[in-house]
């Protein structure tokens, strides 16, 4: 998901959508398409505006170059992020799909594993972390017992620090319920309301990022200069690139390395 506004980051995002700006040495988007990539996902649906969609069709083309497809889909108004699955029913077919904001940050060796199935049919996963502004955020609210209750969307007063990070991973049914989803308050078809349906069943893993994973939303100033600062540091450490589709694509024998052309 790559739409919405990006009034946290006004003015730069005035004539840019907030997805392209710089986060060290590439556009923020190439993020969260690597850590796709290092998951084994080649077949990509990205979803902006009507207004910016051309822009990253001009940066990442069919993405053939990288050995995996990318397909594109407007949305008209930013409704929500539940909004996203039903534009992309027709794209996921029958398969179990995962869901990434495009200004998340996830940096680490174990990012390659976060991307996974539930463990079983009509199920749901996704990883959370602690934050010092859990208002921001939907976060996790225990019940008596300490296990997962309900996800609460931008509490003035959460009922934890514990934050359900972008990052969703859905059994194919969760394409029909977000169809059958409400607006709510706020006049968007929230994530957190789907993933409410999955935990009031007992279906959804609310699981901790791994030792080592660091997560940044990058939609605010101060914290995208946070996500270069840790990227320029990552790699300065490791000696490569984090978000070098390329690499990637190479080292997952997707493509010739000489050559760059698609295997």
């Not at 929500?80 to 699955?85: C, K, N, V």
């Not at 934890?160 to 991973?169: D, E, K, Q, T, W």
């Not at 490791?238 to 978000?243: D, H, I, L, M």
Request: glycine share 10%.
């Amino acid at each position: 998901m790559a739409g919405g506004t990006g009034t946290r980051l006004l003015p730069a995002t005035r004539t840019v959508n907030k997805h392209l700006l710089p986060v060290h040495g590439a556009p923020m988007i190439l993020y969260p398409i690597a850590l796709l990539m290092r998951s084994g996902i080649r077949d990509i649906l990205l979803i902006s505006t009507p207004r910016h969609l051309a822009d990253f069709r001009a940066l990442l083309g069919d993405g053939a170059r990288w050995g995996v497809r990318f397909a594109y889909a407007v949305q008209p108004r930013p409704e929500g992020l539940a909004q996203g699955l039903v534009i992309g029913r027709d794209f996921a077919g029958h398969d179990p799909v995962c869901l990434i904001l495009g200004d998340n940050i996830v940096l680490g060796d174990a990012v390659g594993r976060l991307c996974r199935p539930p463990d079983a049919p009509g199920g749901a996963l996704a990883w959370t972390c602690p934050v010092d502004d859990p208002s921001h955020y939907g976060v996790v609210a225990r019940d008596d017992q300490g296990r997962p209750a309900r996800i609460v969307e931008k509490a003035a007063h959460p009922p934890s620090r514990l934050a359900v990070i972008g990052l969703y991973c859905y059994d194919r049914e969760a394409l029909d319920l977000a169809a059958r989803l409400r607006p709510s308050a706020r006049g968007e078809y929230e994530i957190t309301d789907l993933n409410n349906l999955f935990l009031e069943r007992g279906a959804m893993r609310l699981e901790p990022l791994p030792d080592g994973v660091e997560w940044i939303d990058a939609g605010t100033p101060a914290s995208l200069a946070l996500a270069s600062a840790r990227v320029e540091a990552r790699e300065r450490e490791r000696g490569e690139r984090v978000a070098c589709l390329e690499e990637i694509a190479a080292r997952a024998g997707w493509i010739a390395p000489a050559t760059g052309s698609a295997r």
